[in-house]
């Protein structure tokens, strides 16, 4: 991997972090990180989960694509 592709691949793992920061976690800060309100039009604390189960996602995607 390139330098540039690591930067964004700890970018991606720093994001996932943060979104399951936001399920648990509810201020200013997580709520301009949160992605269940970009796809779900009147999103509210229901739909806070969502944020968990991308999270863990991005991060996966992440690290395999740091290993291979």
Known sequence: MSTFEMVLTYGGIAYGIM???TAFVKNRVTEAFRIDTLFIPGATDRTRPL???IGL?????NIYAMLY
């Open 19 to 21: 979104l399951i920061y």
């Open 57 to 61: 996602l991005v991060i996966g995607y």
């Open 51 to 53: 944020n968990l189960i």
